[in-house]
Every structure is written in structure tokens, then in C-alpha cells.
């Protein structure tokens, strides 16, 4: 159980597209998912905490306008990185967390590696 | 904001034991102790967590001491997939419930 997907597994673009990855939670519902962004050699970091019917809440630093993020059903988040250039260029990493579970863990999906060229 | 310490990498023989330390000196009554692991290129896989007992679980056993100042992870017998970066998070599950990711400790297991 507790199963996260993401789609596309990577993706690459040129630089001023905009690129969509989808989060989904396969076999339990989610009110609440997080995005992470993790560079070479370096540890996850959260970038903001989806919130199903409502606004994402980001974190210090993450522009809002460029990672927009939707999280329209229990099941389905999306992190859209608008006008993506090279220095966007990541792993972006998606968990949720099972809403019926009484405890907080948090379940992570493969991860979408973005090439920007 | 490391609220836990661990160290920066340790290896361990194919099918021994592997004893992972953390030090979480700060935690507070309302922080649960976790533990994830991430393979290369994949996305982090939750292991375990506790909050005062010992725990254990197909993958892992949790051992935290009395006065939970520190954890350690124990894998009984370690494979060559159990090669990855482990991380020791302390969560509180009356908050936010954001996990702190930090530099973790990368286990090698050494056929």
C-alpha cells in the first residue's frame, strides 16, 4: 500500500517552456502533498506543501508564480515550472501523506528529473 | 535547522548486521523519530518511526533510548540493495508536519 506515482519519470525542454509533472497517490487519498527539489550531490528540499482545494503554501525563497502548483482532487497534485531555464534544471520529488492514517508519514514517488536546455 | 545528527557515511558487510546512529539531543515530547532511505536517482522510501518504544518492522528495527536523545536504525542483515542514503528525521505531529531533509548517512554495503 501507500503507493505515489509521478509522470513523466524525465523530461527535457528548451528553455522558456513551461513543463507539468503530475503527483498522484494510487491507493489512498491525499489532502496534503509536498514538492521537493533536490540538485546533484545534495539533500531534498521542500519547495511547498499542496493542499487539496486550496492555495499551496511555499517556502522562503521558492517563487510562487513560477512553480504553480494545483492540487484539484484527493488523489492528484501537479507542479507546473513555468518559463523553465537551465538553473531550474532538477529532481522535483513528490510525497503524500494517507489522510484515513492516523500518523504523519509522509509517502514519496519516484521523482521527475528535469533537463532544461 | 539540523535537528539531528548523523555521520556522514559507514559501510557494512553483505549480510551483517547494520547499526545506523542518530543523535536528536533537542527532540521534543511531541517529535516522532523517522527514518527513509533514498537509492540512487529514486525518490525517498519511508523505513520506519517511533516515538518512545523500540519499534520493528519488515525492513527495520528502531531502537531509541530512554531519554530519546538518540536513535539507532538497525537493518538485521544487510543486502547490496540496502546500499543508499539514510536519513533520520524528527517530526512533530501536532505541526506543520514538514520533513527537514538532512545530509543523511550513506550506507555502502560491501559484498
Known amino acids: 500500500g501507500a503507493v505515489v506515482s509521478q509522470h513523466p519519470s524525465r523530461v527535457i525542454c528548451k528553455s522558456g517552456t513551461s513543463v507539468k509533472i503530475e503527483c498522484r497517490s494510487l491507493?489512498?487519498?491525499?489532502?496534503?502533498m509536498f514538492w521537493y527539489r533536490q540538485f546533484p550531490k545534495q539533500s531534498l528540499m521542500l519547495m511547498a506543501t499542496?493542499?487539496?482545494?486550496?492555495?499551496?503554501?511555499?517556502e522562503q525563497g521558492v517563487e510562487k508564480d513560477k512553480f504553480l502548483i494545483n492540487h484539484a482532487s484527493l488523489t492528484l497534485s501537479t507542479l507546473t515550472v513555468a518559463s523553465a531555464h537551465p538553473e531550474d534544471s532538477s529532481f522535483y520529488i513528490c510525497s503524500a501523506r494517507d489522510m484515513a492514517s492516523g500518523d504523519k508519514t509522509q509517502y514519496f514517488g519516484p521523482g521527475t528529473r528535469l533537463l532544461v536546455l | 535547522d539540523a535537528k539531528t545528527t548523523q555521520p556522514t557515511s559507514m559501510d557494512c558487510a553483505e549480510g551483517r548486521a547494520a547499526n545506523l546512529p542518530c543523535n536528536h539531543s533537542t527532540i521534543s515530547g511531541n517529535e516522532y523519530v523517522y527514518w527513509y532511505r533514498q537509492i540512487h536517482s529514486q525518490g525517498p522510501q519511508y523505513i520506519i518511526h517511533g516515538l518512545k518504544n523500540n519499534e520493528t518492522n519488515e525492513m527495520a528495527s528502531l531502537i531509541i533510548t530512554e531519554d530519546r536523545k538518540s536513535s539507532t536504525l538497525i537493518l538485521p542483515h544487510a543486502t547490496l540493495r540496502d546500499t543508499a542514503v539514510y536519513y533520520c528525521i524528527v517530526l512533530d505531529q501536532t505541526g506543520a508536519n514538514n520533513l527537514f531533509f538532512g545530509t543523511g548517512t550513506r550506507l555502502t554495503v560491501i559484498p
Open positions: 499542496s493542499n487539496e482545494g486550496s492555495k499551496a503554501t511555499y
Open positions: 491507493d489512498f487519498q491525499a489532502t496534503t
